[in-house]
């Protein structure tokens, strides 16, 4: 049975009114006035329903499964846009920002110049506050005498005029002396910042953000820490940190003497110096040519491991496959298993055993590091890293086959029309 309401009657004769006030006054400020006082339209909407709701009860008619229903929140929804819409450009401004993985929404884009510079000494600490936005710094040379900041900051607003308001507002200090300084981008509503900052080489730089990506290159050691941030290292003489709650890293020819934490997220690294340590709780590992110690230990991901130098190793996961090459002439003592999955080594040493889904590797070559390897769902494998070379090229498909010979066919087409 479909119950009468008398909201949207009531909804209609109050528009109505504002619509006929404005005529008749046309001085009226009705856009302040909506701008203003728009959520008092909510309210008395959700007020009324209340009222029906209590009158059903009371005259013992069934009352409804949902207070409001679908089309309602169409209404409700496009009530609030456009009351946001009006206080905005009543000069009320939005009552905040609409961010979704670190992007803001609402109003149109306005791209402002920044520009801030202060002497430094040759091996500086530099701290990047309360960042929200894209920074890359990058070690210029060891002669630099000086710390540059350069970029832009992005205003979203539905004027050009209160862009401008603002960016006056949003300004980057750099503050301290030429060993220790601080650079912090005030943070102001609906700004984000996209910065490139020149350091010397032999600077240590600490990056701490809300969102946005992260690049530190040439540098002598770096800290990173942020929310939402992609986070890319090259180049890093010193040791480095990583602590990120979701995003990918991505490490190149740095030597990591800290812990990376990664809540969501994948961490890749290359030719890099350890202690290497790596948690997470979602995302895979892979880690290529490292020297010195590893230990990974994450809830749910594979992780993949080829040393360069051997140190070493614990890799742990509760679920995803571990997989770990080394030399073919390297000395370890070896400790491997899963509680369900297969196990697989190259090595003749090892002892591969089988109970079950069970699975373990146990062994010694050598007089070398321990190497642990535990996963709960998944499998283990230890490969030599000349394992892969001695297979050969991959075999050509038939496609392939019929892809080269139809080239070549076309060679003597075309060689036989120059003759």
């Known amino acids: 049975m479909r119950r009468n309401s008398f909201v949207a009657p009531l909804l209609l004769i109050g528009i109505g009114l504002l619509f006929l006030a404005h005529n008749i006054y046309p001085n009226l400020a009705f856009t302040e006035y909506i701008g203003k006082f728009w959520p008092w339209v909510l309210i008395a909407w959700g007020a009324l329903r209340l009222v029906e709701i209590f009158s059903w009860n009371a005259q013992g008619r069934a009352l409804p499964r949902s207070g409001i229903s679908g089309g309602e929140w169409v209404v409700a929804i496009f009530v609030c846009l456009l009351g946001v819409g ?17 992007a803001i929404f609402l109003g149109d884009p306005f791209d402002f110049p920044v520009n801030a510079e202060k002497a430094a000494g040759k091996s500086p600490h530099i701290v990047l506050e309360s960042f929200r936005g894209d920074v890359k710094v990058t070690g210029v ?23 401008q308001r603002l960016s006056d507002g949003a300004t980057v200090q750099i503050t301290g002396d030429a060993n220790e300084m601080v650079i912090r981008p005030e943070q102001v509503q609906r700004v984000s910042y996209h910065l490139e900052i020149s350091v010397p080489t032999g600077a240590r730089v600490e990056l701490r953000g809300q969102s946005g990506d992260m690049t530190v290159e040439d540098v002598a050691g770096a800290t990173l820490v942020s ?20 995003g990918d890293v991505h490490i190149d020819a740095a030597r990591v003497g800290g812990q990376i934490e990664v809540s969501s997220g994948d961490v890749v690294a290359s030719d890099v110096t350890g202690p290497l340590k790596i948690g997470a709780r979602s995302g895979d590992v892979k880690v290529s040519g490292v020297s010195g110690e590893v230990h990974v230990d994450i809830n749910r991901g594979d992780v993949e491991v080829s040393t360069a130098a051997l140190g070493p190793i614990h890799l742990n996961t509760r679920s995803g496959d571990l997989h770990l090459s080394l030399p073919a002439n390297a000395q370890f003592t070896l400790d491997a298993s899963t509680t369900n999955g297969d196990v697989a080594s190259d090595f003749a040493e090892v002892r591969n055993e089988a109970h079950g889904r069970n699975g373990s590797l146990h062994g010694s070559i050598g007089h070398g590091p321990n190497i642990d390897l535990h996963t709960q769902r998944g499998d283990v494998a230890v490969r030599k890293a000349t394992s892969l070379l001695s297979k050969g090229p991959p075999e050509k498909t038939d496609k392939a086959e019929k892809i080269e010979k139809a080239i070549e066919k076309s060679i003597e087409k075309v060689e036989k029309l120059d003759q």
């Open 227 to 246: 929310d939402r941030s992609d986070v890319r290292l090259k180049n890093v003489a010193g040791p480095a940190q990583i602590n990120v709650k979701r």
């Open 86 to 102: 009006m206080h905005s450009s009543s000069g009320g401004g939005f009552p905040g920002q609409i961010q979704i993985d670190g």
């Open 141 to 163: 040379n060891r002669t630099a005498d000086s710390v540059k900041v350069s970029g832009t900051k992005s205003v979203r607003s539905l004027d050009q005029k209160e862009a």
